[in-house]
């Protein structure tokens, strides 16, 4: 061994893992101990600063004074090398501590065209793909688990070794906001597809080489009451009205089978099940009977964000997502929390608070130590304790890189699907173009741009899906409440369709109510982040159209309002089918 593996025996490679979890374990103060527990944001930037947005504490405080080595990274970068060099400050910071304990950084999503504090993050440098759903649209498992090769190289490169997905939660609820990171509405497809990005981020074997990911929502956080989502109060209630529970497990047992590492459970409470009613964070019914005993997963279980305090976002306040339990005090949540069988709080940062849980005997210390084993056995096996640092000049090289930017810009055109088609399509090169919502210079590389929809030949009209406005800038985030298209936009397609053939493509977030634009349109298409090139490309047949819906278009709110939300495909009369999709 060499003079500093004996000073700290827990980092002899040649000892099995579990012997090493042990060996530091064994020197770890409550203090130390309790730091492993917490899982919060951090931003990148000076390590003395405070996070301007969040309002959270320095790294230097999280690290050296509150002890915690796990953060979730948030916002873009520039560059590859900025990510790469911040992480290596950070990582030398946690060297510095008494035992050395290397930081495990987390993400969000960060590869596709969505840009949600709570869920998901600009592309930036790293290559860009369509959302899950539009990977779902092209049915391609050997495509899914492509890109999660990619992005666990474009992740490895700059020191992000957690990735806080997939979302396996079944898409059966048209109103609900999160859908749009999930692969739809079919439980086989959702397992088939989830499975493939798990093993694309973390390899052929889990190791040094690996991205841990933390499959999320268990139990399935899809069947929300009208909709509306749990970060927020008014969407606390999950619901069964179709006795449809067990269909919701089906693409974790998937996400189980191909070796997921961690589990995210859900902020949603249960409401007329066998199971507690309270969120699934708290829930032992769920953490501990389901998840642990049932299914046997021994992995680590990390709550969504925020279960335990208030907090402030965007300079509103934001309850802790305590559903069921929001009489508890800090104290009292925390401890049903870990009484679950979780290991970690995501988005918390009150160490000190769990340290007090154990002072006063409302905590053991061997309850610390069984979680705190699964947290510290991950680091070991990501290879974090050998080798933490990244290569900076790499970073820049591997992140963005030439041949991932094309594989995802042709990921783009693979999901892009067509709905209708009356001739149109393909349109031949040349034509005088009348564009919205596609940038003119682009354009231009495939005909003549014209001011006037009179003056064209075609026009090509991109919308986003509607959805209502809400009152804090942090709910508008989550696209939800109506599926229907204004008025006025609806007026503006039949306008510009009387006077010229017309193609309207829609970013498909949450499934749209289409039927106004398709009587109107010469041709409706959808996709789930597409470039306008990558969608020009599809119009002109330069590339062949390939998308299929991942889930049911509904003809009508009435239609969505007397659904069951727990049950797929259950819109009467849909529009479009799932599967639906055109080549031309």
């Known amino acids: ?10 980092l002899d490679t040649d000892l099995p893992v579990d012997e090493r979890v042990e060996l530091l374990l064994g020197e770890m103060t409550v203090e130390e101990k309790a730091g492993l527990f917490f899982h919060t944001m951090i931003a990148i930037g000076d390590l003395d600063e405070t996070n301007p947005v969040f309002g959270t504490p320095s790294a230097r405080e999280f690290v050296d004074v509150k002890q915690m080595t796990h953060f979730n990274l948030l916002g873009a970068a520039p560059t590859g090398r900025e990510i790469a060099a911040w992480q290596n ?14 930081v495990t950084l987390s993400t969000d999503p960060r590869h596709s065209f969505s840009e949600n504090p709570g869920a998901s993050i600009l592309a930036g440098p790293f290559s860009q793909w369509p959302e899950t759903l539009g990977l779902a649209a092209t049915r391609d498992p050997a495509l899914v688990e492509r890109f999660g090769d990619i992005a666990r190289q474009e992740y490895t490169a700059v020191g992000l070794r957690v990735a806080l997905h997939p979302q396996v939660d079944l898409a059966t609820e048209p109103r609900w906001a999160r859908q749009t990171a999930t692969f739809g509405e079919d439980p086989e497809l959702s397992g088939i597809l989830g499975a493939a990005y798990i093993r694309g981020f973390q390899g052929q074997a889990f190791g040094p080489g690996s991205v841990s990911t933390m499959t999320k929502h268990f139990p399935g956080g899809g069947p929300q009451k009208d909709g509306e989502d749990p970060h927020f109060p008014y969407g606390r209630e999950q619901v069964y009205p179709g006795g449809e529970f067990e269909l919701h497990l089906r693409p974790f047992e998937d996400a189980l089978a191909a070796g997921t590492r961690q589990m995210m459970p859900y902020y949603g409470m249960p409401v007329g099940t ?26 680590l279980v990390c709550t969504d964000w925020g279960l335990i305090n208030d907090a402030e976002i965007f ?22 929390v870990l009484d679950a069988g979780v290991d970690q709080f995501g988005g918390e940062d009150c160490p000190e608070l769990l340290v007090e849980l154990v002072a006063d005997g409302s905590v053991s210390e061997d309850r610390l130590d069984v979680s705190a084993r699964r947290i510290l056995r991950e680091k070991f096996e990501l290879g974090l304790f050998e080798n933490p640092y990244v290569d900076e000049d790499a970073a820049d090289a591997i992140v963005g890189r030439a041949e991932f930017r094309a594989a995802g810009e042709a990921a783009q055109r693979a999901s892009i699907t067509v709905l209708t088609n009356d001739g149109a399509l393909p349109f031949a090169p040349g034509l005088k173009l009348y564009v919205e919502g596609v940038d003119r210079a682009v354009a231009a590389s495939y005909g003549t741009t014209v001011d006037d929809p009179a003056a064209a030949d075609l026009a090509v009209i991109r919308l986003q899906a509607p959805f209502d406005e809400r009152e804090t800038m942090f709910e508008n985030f989550f696209h939800a409440g109506s599926l229907e298209f204004p008025a006025d936009v609806i007026a503006r397609i039949r306008s510009i369709a009387a006077v010229v053939p017309t193609v309207v493509d829609v970013l498909a977030d949450r499934p749209p109510i289409l039927e106004p634009i398709t009587d109107a349109a010469s041709a409706v298409t959808v996709n789930w982040g597409a470039s306008g090139a990558a969608l020009l490309d599809v119009l002109a047949g330069v590339v062949p159209a390939q998308g299929r819906l991942p889930f049911d278009l509904p003809r009508s709110m009435a239609a969505v309002e007397a659904s069951r939300p727990d049950v797929p495909f259950d819109t009467v009369d849909p529009l479009f089918r799932f599967g639906h999709g055109l080549t031309v």
């Open 1 to 10: 061994m060499t003079e500093v593996t004996t000073a700290r025996p827990w």
């Open 315 to 336: 300079g509103q306040p934001f309850p802790a997502r305590a559903w069921g339990v929001e009489h508890l005090t800090p104290r009292e949540r925390m401890r049903k």
């Open 274 to 299: 066998e199971y507690e009613e309270v969120g699934f964070g708290f829930n032992r019914s769920v953490i501990t009977g389901l998840l642990r005993e049932r299914f046997g997963f021994d992995g």
């Open 89 to 102: 400050s950070l990582q030398r910071l946690a060297a510095s501590t008494r035992l050395g304990i290397p």
